[in-house]
């Protein structure tokens, strides 16, 4: 399967931050299906606020992917920091917080319905 990054919905923007979520990307087995998302992040975003009120205040969705560009720092649920940079592959398991050192793009791979919850909520959070 082809998908343009233009043709990936927009799910979220804000200043700074472009979401886009491509839905039934794939099936990875025991998470069902995949969507194929496309993220731009300028430095300075930090996701803290918006998951205030998931489990533990952090992403529970875990996320496959590969950084295009810029430099992203995570933070576990055990406050153990990792970042990531231009041409880094990276696994993101459930539990964790993102703040983007300098603007970045981001190509991930989720489990559909648990990251369709978190968009829901970021959503909810901007209103």
């Known amino acids: 399967m082809r998908v343009a990054k ?12 472009v979401v886009r979520q491509h839905r039934d990307f794939g099936d990875v087995g025991g998470y069902g299906r995949i969507s194929g998302e496309y993220f731009t992040l300028a430095a300075g975003v930090d996701t803290t606020p918006l998951f205030q009120g998931l489990e533990g205040n952090l992403c529970q969705c875990p996320h496959w992917g590969y950084v295009l560009s810029g430099r992203i720092t995570t933070t576990d649920v055990d ?21 983007v050192d300098d603007d970045a793009e981001i190509v991930m791979f989720s489990p559909q319905h648990e990251h369709t919850e978190v968009i829901d909520h970021m959503i909810e959070k901007t209103r």
């Not at 233009?6 to 931050?17: A, F, M, R």
């Not at 406050?79 to 703040?99: C, I, K, M």
């Open 6 to 17: 233009e043709d990936v919905e927009i799910k979220l923007e804000l200043p700074g931050v």
């Open 79 to 99: 406050g153990l920091q990792e970042t990531v940079s231009a041409n880094d592959l990276f696994h993101w398991p459930p539990g964790h917080n993102v703040h």
